[in-house]
């Protein structure tokens, strides 16, 4: 985004973590983890919305700092079915490495991406969600971040969040 795009109310990364009271790497893993939306400059540089942080400040808070570390998630023997976001489109793939898929594809891509879900997985389940979801499919893994995808994916991850007593 050209600077002259950038909203004013935008924080840099060290005054938006100054404004939570966290540290710039706390900041940084709710950020990857599709926690806190940002913006980027023309320069790469993340920027932060003082409203919106506000507005999310009490949710953050009660993040434990084991969920935004996407290493748990990582096992050399099962496989990962993993759901990314970047901007109007969600990556559906399979990984034992979830650090590794999200590092790549946040390379390659454009536009942020966040971890929207992640979960034991296997191909077929992976190949039946493609097939399932083909009306809204573009690209390789890439499908359009849209209902009935994204309704489809909240309730999986309820259904997650109830298996752990969270819900």
């Known amino acids: 985004m050209a600077k ?3 909203p004013p109310q935008t924080l840099t990364r060290k005054a938006a973590a100054g404004h939570l009271g966290f540290s ?3 900041l940084d893993k709710l950020s990857n983890a599709g926690e806190i939306p940002y913006i980027e400059d023309a320069g790469g540089e993340r920027r932060y919305l003082a409203a919106t942080l506000d507005r999310l400040r009490d949710r953050l808070d009660r993040i434990p700092d084991d969920h935004l570390d996407l290493s ?4 050399p023997h099962d496989p990962l079915l993993y759901f990314l976001r970047s901007g109007e ?3 559906i793939g399979m990984t034992r490495n979830i650090q590794q898929s999200y590092r790549q594809t946040d390379a390659a891509n454009p536009l942020p991406v966040s971890l929207f879900m992640v979960g034991a997985g296997n191909t077929a389940l992976e190949k039946t969600i493609h097939e399932d979801f083909k009306q809204l499919h573009v690209k390789a893994e890439w499908f359009r971040n849209q209902d009935p995808l994204t309704s489809f994916i909240q309730q999986l991850y309820a259904g997650f969040l109830k298996s752990r007593g969270e819900a």
């Open 4 to 6: 002259d795009q950038i």
């Open 24 to 26: 710039p790497e706390r």
């Open 72 to 75: 748990r998630f990582s096992s």
């Open 89 to 91: 489109f969600i990556r």
